[in-house]
């Protein structure tokens, strides 16, 4: 079955604690991006990589940190979390190739950062 | 610059009444692609529908319906006889190739559906 996974699903956390959030897809995407939402905000793009070793900032980049040594995994990092990075966080993918392609959600990251 | 723009926050209606959620987008690109979501209480993002700037057909998915007019950069999308299961925050979005390939997403629309 074609997916994006993201673990943990929920996590509740403290100030300043280095968390990761881990997403992989098995479809092959080259594009992966991460976006958190918050009430009232939307969602928002934190960070999306074109491809492997290939990342760049997004709307609201500060505060986290990504990776993509492998095609199928975009982790988003937390170096040291606060709590206005509480929020909902989900990871995307899908292909570059040809027109728009459909992007695929993992189900969510409820983040809680005390 | 590119936006999309949901007017609507919140809008609560009876089972069964019809319903349409608005969405406004700006683009200066010819070719676009618009989008709606919907995210139910779970949390998670279920696609609904994909319509690119070239087909302003209007479509039908069962009690689903949406209405493209590029005249008037909106891509509304109509809800009929509403089921309490319809309850969720809805989502437009809007796509061009030439903004970091990302989707530009308006705020969202919460619907309830009262029984």
């Known amino acids: 079955e074609a997916q994006v996974t993201q673990n943990p699903r929920y996590l509740i956390t403290v100030t300043g604690k280095k968390l990761t959030v881990t997403c992989s897809q098995n479809m092959n995407h080259e594009y992966m991006s991460w976006y958190r939402q918050d009430p009232g905000l939307g969602l928002r793009q934190i960070y999306y990589?074109?491809?492997?070793?290939?990342?760049d900032k997004g709307d609201v980049p500060e505060g986290y940190k990504v990776s993509r040594k492998e095609k199928r995994n975009f982790p988003l990092i937390l170096e040291s979390p606060s709590p206005n990075q509480t929020s909902l966080y989900f990871c995307?993918?899908?292909?570059?190739?040809?027109?728009?392609?459909?992007?695929?959600f993992g189900p969510g990251t409820r983040l809680t950062v005390l | 610059a590119q936006k999309v723009t949901q007017a609507q926050t919140e809008i609560s209606v009876v089972e069964k009444e019809d319903v349409t959620l608005d969405c406004v987008y700006e683009t200066r690109d010819t070719t676009y692609y618009l989008f709606w979501y919907k995210q139910p209480p779970s949390g998670e993002l279920v696609f609904l529908i994909r319509r690119n700037s070239f087909d302003e057909q209007n479509e039908i998915s069962g009690r689903y319906s949406w209405n493209f007019q590029k005249s008037t950069s909106s891509f509304n999308f109509t809800i009929t006889a509403s089921q309490v299961v319809d309850s969720a925050v809805y989502f437009c979005?809007?796509?061009?190739?030439?903004?970091?390939?990302?989707?530009?997403w308006g705020l969202g629309t919460s619907l309830a559906v009262n029984p």
């Open positions: 995307a993918s899908r292909a570059l190739a040809g027109s728009y392609n459909e992007q695929f």
């Open positions: 979005a809007l796509y061009n190739a030439g903004n970091n390939r990302k989707l530009i």
């Open positions: 990589s074109m491809n492997v070793e290939v990342t």
